[in-house]
């Protein structure tokens, strides 16, 4: 019977998370991240009661050591065991002291698939989790399931030392060398740009090898390679990546906004991994405050609900939660605030349960961390980071109030799709809300100030941001803060592509286009003039020339390939395609179609269960969708979408 | 310089204790145990600061993966890095997803010991571990040390079928086969007794073989192995054992004792390992209530600290805590008392203020095991064990509230020793006493009962036992539970040495040592007549010939060398030697030596840095210590024991 590898529901996407956290290396050196790892059960016991319909045979496979139970007697693994028919109780007993424990059931009556369990602390039955792509006896689960795909390089220079391989854009995978003479002293140097690749001394990732004549080399994000020692070395790459469909699409009239939108899913396309990580060439972690952003993009893209579901176990692990997602106070908070989005995009409601007991731990960690006023605060070595910015972090920060606040509404909505409703949570933040008001709104600034302890009156973009993402700032408030925040040139200018994400949403939701559309027409097309294939990780257009690849201190250090500068997929997608769902896993949705300069868009943005296609000019607006519940509003009007059926207005 | 391995201080003993409770094998399955098994960090970070004296060099190596900061510069493993003269930080950063992540500098100017440290959730310095034999780069910290020695059968008999190899008794360790035919399938039979290795159906512990002309079979215990398919091979064994040194002795004027003595501490040595195991055929794993006992006697034996703190850790694992020790309430419970006799012998006070979090968080999980009465009682899938006994445990069982009582009174103390006094724990200690006497003493009966909930009265003698011992029961009632349970034939003996241990301690502590005298002269005497080397999981006199060997349903499951039945060792060293401490580490001790029906006792005790060395005779008396503090109490008398000088008395 068709069967599965099965294991302790969330311990595969741990598993395969922790590996991805330790394989950053830099100068040569492997570098740990500096948070604590969660690790998989290493002793799990799988339950399952079944009738058998017939006599048959079967065999227990283990990733580790252990036994099965049929009916309370014991026998070994690897052994072909008679099963009569008939009602039986099974129980295999796994343990795995450096892997993930799992088990198989080869047999012509029985498998292993949802219909086994475990049982949790308190007793409760908790379904196995398992995975498709592990259907036979020899599958390994250790291994995460890549597609491979050999490149070559696309022009080859030598240097006085020598030689410079350009593959033509960045690229993730292995780096295959041939023809190597044996008894060289080599040395590769990887870069994402050219410069990088050239200086040996400064470069990222490099590795010295020897004494082959070929080499494998692990995966690794590049787009040259300069090799020294050895001047008649070939070169080629495998590429490694997650084969996901790209659902989503984007064109328009405008050539440089299609050049971004592709851009950008070329970068979310390198991240996305067992996890989205956060960029390719150097950490390669898994950030909460990143995935919170690639989780809105994603959708726009992929609407590929497992890597997003494994990138949240993978951020939160387990109890006790003792310290904060990647040590960072927001990211604790972006996490929560991801469930609720997930929830409303995904309609995953099995999972809310699974996990929601995680999330009021992390939330109990949090309220500890709260002051006399309930403001959140950084104890020991918590992480304020928000963003790179020169924000005011004295004391209390306004940003992550912010948070908080949204934090705790997600709670309070998650604790009702989990069947446990806690009205705590909204009285929580309805009082942060007021505190936030009496502490941190300034009339004389008309805007949230970082930080009210502080005796320097200080107000930067990103506080005033969340106000308007989250609803914490009214209607006054938004207009002020538009006015002398967003759109005032003396409040220090974004220079993460991904704080400038957030500012481009809060301008979506109030429906300033205009200022996305210069903004990529500007920002983004900054990178692309510099040759960027991928998303910078910061890009400020102040600099030139490698100034561009300097960052931490080093040279080469930012990373040229980073996921959280792909917000324009988002930002198209439900500003000017307009899709956004209005009820949860879209039940119901609306399309509110936005053409500002452009001559046409056109597109697909995909939604549960369906997608919708939008086509828009000044002559003509056709949506089509195959989901039922699609509401259109264009020109102040609403029309109710009929599935299958184009919807066609002439202006 | 003299440099150490470093590790997350308690993740060394961790790491092992996995290992023991993942080795049982039965009828050729794996076992693994039924509880949660908590695991190592997986990723650390050791600090140390240091004032170099020299210009030098060092070379970090790694159990894992990582890098070192030396003055926040990242270097690799592996390398040789140079160090200036002058103040440095250091910070070593590794990970290891499948081992111990543990690190060793090599250098002429600096070293990995106790100076460095890592930091807990809350920030707090924690100081590493380290273990004295893991000295040099080479050394494998996940390999424990023992010690080895070959040994020969005594005697071979050709049976039917094969050939039955004795050893003379029990003994742990590899199993060398030589000479084989190659052709040949051998069936190598185990067994504590003949019958059992001769039986190759039942036998818990067999192996089948073939392919080779020599092997080496993992370590087991047996005493008999019966080899089934090669008339002509030859074996020998290889025992792997732990050299600790017996510092207890005792001998006295009758043999029987002298041989129990012996073949308890020859029990012990099978057992202690790693850990102390319970047994050495079939578990093998840590078990909470068993260690508690074995801790008792191994304080009059080896008087090792380290093999006790290495259990204590290994039982209790880390947070989240919400399982008990073993599933078993009782188990929890002797953890937490074993903690303060711990601290009471060895007065290790850093040990416990490392531990004291730990104690709370199993308290406060027992706490929630509470019911309206203040009574713990079972939730979930919680063991209530007590002993393999006819006790009811229908309802709230009393010989748990005992051990409550004794937890919570231990707790109290230890956060006083923990510099966290919390008098919570006293006041609950003593509402608890209050309750136990008002639903469980029973007038009519002159004793605890078992349950209050029970529409039968049923009295067994395992609560009235720790009323006596943990100070439950006042004068009046101890003197009813010695006549109406102790001493009362129609109360139902018990069939462990486990509780029979409990039982004569509360005996010594109640000055019936005659009564301890002829329990040792008839149940421990049984097992020797049965030809035992070792003391038996359980012993019924009543039972005969193969009956002995059997237990769980199964015809050799019983265990003939369990530790939990060494008590004799204990039992002579604290009553008829007399030795006791009365303050912690023996700051202040006493000697109160009995004689009873003897001609002469001699032994030595250790204690903390010293010895007690006792003869008493019906003519003489000769005391001798190393160490201040003592009182010798002898026919009522007290005396002052002067260190390095006989104390003589003659009658």
Known sequence: MKSYWIW??????????????????????????????????????????KEIE???????????????????????????????????TFKICVFNLSGLPSAYIESDVLSTDGSWYTKNAEGKKITVGFEKAYDSPSADVEKFNFSYERVEFVSRTKTEKGVLFDFGKEIFGFLYIENANKDAKICVSYGESAEEALDTKWSVIREHISGSESYKLRQRAFRYIYIEGDLDAEVYAELEYLPLNELGSFECSNKTINDIWNMCAYTLKLCAREVFIEGAKRDRWLWGGDAYQIFKFSKYLYFDKEIIRRSLIGLRGKDPFDQHINTI???????????????????????????????????????????????????????????????????????????YYEALNCMYKLSQIAKEENADYKNQAERLKTQINEFFWKDECGAFIDNYESETVNVTRHANIFAVMYGIANREQIYSISENVLKNDNITKITTPYFEGYELDAMGQIENFEYIYDMLCSYWKGMLDLGATTVYEEYDPKLSGIEHYAMYGDKFQKSLCHAWGASPIYLLGKYFLGVSETEAGYESFTVKPYLGKLEFIKGTVPIKDGKVEVFLSKEKLVVKTDKKGGTLIINGNRYSLTPDEEFVLRF
Chains 1, 2 share one sequence.
């Open 8 to 49: 302790n529901y969330g311990d595969y996407e741990l598993f395969h998370s922790n590996l991805v956290n330790c394989r950053r290396q830099q100068y040569e050196a492997e570098v740990p991240p500096f948070w604590k790892l969660y690790d998989v059960e290493r002793n799990v016991i799988f339950f399952c009661e």
């Open 54 to 88: 017939n006599d048959g045979v079967m065999k227990l496979h283990l990733n580790g050591k252990g036994c099965i139970m049929l009916d309370d007697i014991r026998y070994p693994s690897d052994e072909e065991i008679k099963i009569a028919k008939g009602y039986h």
């Open 329 to 403: 106070t927001d990211y604790s908070l972006y996490w929560v605030i991801s469930l609720w989005e997930y929830y409303m995009t995904y309609e995953d409601v099995e999972f809310i349960k699974f996990i929601y007991p995680k999330a009021v731990s992390l939330m109990n960690f949090c309220k500890d961390r709260t002051n006399e006023h309930g403001f959140i605060i950084a104890k020991g070595e918590d992480w304020i980071f928000v963003d790179w910015s020169e924000i005011d972090k004295s004391g209390v920060v306004c940003a992550e109030q912010m948070l």
